[in-house]
C-alpha cells in the first residue's frame, strides 16, 4: 500500500465566470467541487493506475465531510484522515470564460492544535508499521503545524524503512531535506528558493548536497531533470503539450511513487511521470488525466542518461 | 411567529484579501462565514429585535448543513427549512483590503426537483394554518422552481388571511404582484424594472396598479418612499450614513415586518426600517445591525407625510 500524507486538505472548487471584473457581482454559471490538498491529488491517480493507497492528514468541519464524502467512491482508496476541530480550508480557482485565465483564492486552512497534531504523528507511525511500499508527504502545512514537521516525518519514515518522497516548499522544505528524504520533485522556483541557485543542474546537486538522496526536478515544458545515486536522467514528452497544468505536478509525483512501489528502474519511473504529467495537461477537467492520452504518450517520452560530469 | 420564506439560501463566505488581481494566485487572510439569503437575514434581524420567528425555504448538502449548523444559536429562531437533494448554493464577498471594495461571487443554487418544491409548498402552507402573524417572501429562485412560484405563494398567504411581504426582483416579482401581495419592498433598480419608470413616484404607484397593496421603495441614502392604502410617506435617516450597505435592505424589510406584526401606524414602521437600515451600514460587520446605533437613531428619524395628489 502506498501512504499520502496532506496536512492542509482543501475542498478544491471551481467557478465558471463570462468574465472576472474586481469589485462587480458575478453570477457563477457552473460550480465542480472536489477533494484537493496535493497528496489527496496524488492518491487519485495512484489510484486510477491501479494501486492501493491510504490517504491520511486532517479533515474538519462541513469542508471537511465534503472532502470525505468526494473520496468514498474511489477505488483501491483507503480514507484515513484525522478529525479536528478547525474546517477544512477551500480553494476556488475561478475560471473566465472569455479568456480562459484561473484567478485563485486560497483559504489558509484551520489551525491545528497541539493535541491534534500529536494525534496525527502516532496515528502516521501506525500506518507505517502496517506494510508501507512508499510514502508521500505533500504540500502546506496548516496553522499551528510546527514549521519542522516534516522533517519529523521523514525520520520516522526512515526510521520505519519506507521510502519516503517530500514535495513541499519554503521552510517546511528547507527543514525537512536535512533529514535525508529518499525523493524530493520541486519546481524550478522551489529548487531556486531552497539552494540559491537558478541553473537547475547546478541546484539539483546543491538539494542533493543538503540530503536529498535524489532528485527529480520538473522544468515545466521541458520535462523532468533526476538527479540520483544510480545516475542523472533527463525525461521529456514527445512535443509540448498544451492545455491546464493544473495538478501536473501532482501527476508526475503519483508516476514516481507508482514506479517506486513496483521497483522500477528509474528510466521507467522517470517515463510514467513525464507521460502522467502530460496527460493531465491535456485532459479536460483540471487534476484528471487522460487515459488514452497517458498510454499513447507512454512509450513516447525520451529519457536520456547524462554522464555525470561532477 | 413571523415566517420567513428563503427559496434559495445560501452559505455567505466573506474572504478578505490584500488586492484583488485577476488571473493571480490570492491567500485569504481571514475567512468569515454565516447563513445567508435575503429571507435568513430578515430573521436574524427580527432574532435580535425579540421577535419569535420561523425561516423556512430548502437547504441540502454540506453548504445547507452549515447554514442550519449556523441558526442553531439565534434566539427565538426556529428552522423550518427542508431537506433537498441539491447542495445550497455559496456566496462569495471578496474584499480587497486596500481598497476596502468587494467583489461578489454567487453560485446559482441547487436544482430543485418537482416533488421537492410540492413538498415546500404543503409545508409552507401547513406552517400557514400555525398561527403566523406575517410572512416575507424574499429573494430569487432557485434553478427548478417555477417563475410564477412566489404568485402562488402569495395567494396562500392571502387565503390563510395572513399579511405577506414580498421582496425579489424580475420575472417573479412581476409574476407575484398580480396576485396582489400586502406588501413590496423594490430599491430604484428593481421597481424601474417592474414599472418601466425611473421616477420613484410616478413607478411606486404604478407598481400599486398592477396589485401591490402597498409599495415602499429602497432609495438608498434617500430612505424610504411609502405608498400605502392609508396614506404617503417620506422617511429618512437624520444624516447620511457612510459604511458597508450589504443588508441594510434586509434590515429594511426586518423593520417593515416587526411593525407589521405589532400593527404599529405606518410611520413608526417606517422609521423602525429606515433606523435598523442605518444601523446596519454602520455596523463594522457586514449585514449585522449595531444596535446602540439603532436605538439612538430611531428617535431621530424623519418621516414626512405627503398629500397624495394622484
Same mark, same amino acid.
Given at each position: 500500500?502506498?501512504?499520502?500524507?496532506?496536512?492542509?486538505?482543501?475542498?478544491?472548487?471551481?467557478?465558471?465566470?463570462?468574465?472576472?471584473?474586481?469589485?462587480?457581482?458575478?453570477?457563477?454559471?457552473?460550480?465542480?467541487?472536489?477533494?484537493?490538498?496535493?497528496?489527496?491529488?496524488?492518491?487519485?491517480?495512484?489510484?486510477?493506475?491501479?494501486? $492501493?493507497?491510504?490517504?491520511?492528514?486532517?479533515?474538519?468541519?462541513?469542508?471537511?465531510?465534503?472532502?470525505?464524502?468526494?473520496?468514498?467512491? =474511489?477505488?483501491?482508496?483507503?480514507?484515513? =484522515?484525522?478529525?479536528?476541530?478547525?474546517?477544512?480550508?477551500?480553494?476556488?480557482?475561478?475560471?473566465?470564460?472569455?479568456?480562459?485565465?484561473?484567478?485563485?483564492?486560497?483559504?489558509?486552512?484551520?489551525?491545528?492544535?497541539?493535541?491534534?497534531?500529536?494525534?496525527?504523528?502516532?496515528?502516521?507511525?501506525?500506518?507505517?508499521?502496517?506494510?508501507?511500499?512508499?510514502?508521500?508527504?505533500?504540500?502546506?502545512?496548516?496553522?499551528?503545524?510546527?514549521?519542522?514537521?516534516?522533517?519529523?516525518?521523514?525520520?520516522?519514515?526512515?526510521?520505519?524503512?519506507?521510502?519516503?518522497?517530500?514535495?513541499?516548499?519554503?521552510?517546511? =522544505?528547507?527543514?525537512?531535506?536535512?533529514?535525508?528524504?529518499?525523493?524530493?520533485?520541486?519546481?524550478?522556483?522551489?529548487?531556486?528558493?531552497?539552494?540559491?541557485?537558478?541553473?537547475?543542474?547546478?541546484?539539483?546537486?546543491?538539494?542533493?548536497?543538503?540530503?536529498?538522496?535524489?532528485?527529480?526536478?520538473?522544468?515545466?515544458?521541458?520535462?523532468?531533470?533526476?538527479?540520483?545515486?544510480?545516475?542523472?536522467?533527463?525525461?521529456?514528452?514527445?512535443?509540448?503539450?498544451?492545455?491546464?497544468?493544473?495538478?501536473?505536478?501532482?501527476?508526475?509525483?503519483?508516476?514516481?511513487?507508482?514506479?517506486?512501489?513496483?521497483?522500477?528502474?528509474?528510466?521507467?519511473?522517470?517515463?510514467?511521470? &513525464?507521460?502522467?504529467?502530460?496527460?493531465?495537461?491535456?485532459?479536460?477537467?483540471?487534476?484528471?488525466?487522460?487515459?488514452?492520452?497517458?498510454?499513447?504518450?507512454?512509450?513516447?517520452?525520451? &529519457?536520456?542518461? $547524462?554522464?555525470?560530469?561532477?
Amino acid at each position: 500500500m502506498i501512504l499520502t500524507v496532506t496536512l492542509n486538505t482543501a475542498l478544491d472548487l471551481t467557478y465558471r465566470v463570462p468574465g472576472l471584473t474586481p469589485h462587480a457581482s458575478h453570477r457563477v454559471t457552473e460550480v465542480t467541487e472536489r477533494p484537493g490538498g496535493k497528496g489527496i491529488n496524488v492518491a487519485r491517480v495512484l489510484s486510477a493506475l491501479g494501486h $492501493e493507497v491510504t490517504v491520511t492528514g486532517f479533515a474538519g468541519g462541513a469542508t471537511g465531510r465534503a472532502v470525505r464524502d468526494g473520496l468514498t467512491g =474511489l477505488p483501491r482508496l483507503v480514507d484515513a =484522515l484525522l478529525p479536528v476541530t478547525g474546517a477544512t480550508r477551500r480553494t476556488i480557482a475561478v475560471v473566465d470564460e472569455h479568456t480562459g485565465d484561473t484567478t485563485q483564492l486560497n483559504e489558509p486552512g484551520p489551525l491545528i492544535t497541539p493535541a491534534e497534531w500529536n494525534a496525527f504523528q502516532e496515528a502516521y507511525e501506525d500506518l507505517l508499521a502496517g506494510g508501507v511500499s512508499a510514502v508521500a508527504l505533500c504540500g502546506s502545512l496548516p496553522p499551528g503545524v510546527p514549521v519542522g514537521a516534516y522533517a519529523g516525518l521523514v525520520r520516522a519514515a526512515r526510521a520505519a524503512a519506507v521510502p519516503v518522497l517530500l514535495d513541499t516548499s519554503g521552510e517546511p =522544505l528547507r527543514r525537512a531535506v536535512a533529514a535525508r528524504p529518499d525523493l524530493i520533485k520541486p519546481n524550478a522556483d522551489e529548487l531556486a528558493e531552497l539552494t540559491g541557485s537558478h541553473e537547475p543542474l547546478r541546484a539539483t546537486r546543491d538539494a542533493r548536497r543538503r540530503g536529498a538522496r535524489a532528485v527529480v526536478a520538473s522544468l515545466g515544458a521541458e520535462g523532468l531533470l533526476a538527479v540520483t545515486a544510480e545516475g542523472r536522467w533527463r525525461a521529456a514528452p514527445p512535443a509540448r503539450v498544451r492545455g491546464n497544468p493544473t495538478g501536473a505536478g501532482d501527476s508526475a509525483v503519483a508516476g514516481l511513487l507508482s514506479g517506486l512501489a513496483e521497483r522500477l528502474p528509474w528510466p521507467d519511473r522517470l517515463a510514467r511521470a &513525464v507521460a502522467l504529467s502530460a496527460a493531465t495537461v491535456l485532459a479536460p477537467v483540471a487534476g484528471e488525466y487522460d487515459q488514452r492520452a497517458y498510454e499513447e504518450l507512454l512509450s513516447r517520452v525520451t &529519457v536520456t542518461a $547524462e554522464a555525470d560530469a561532477a
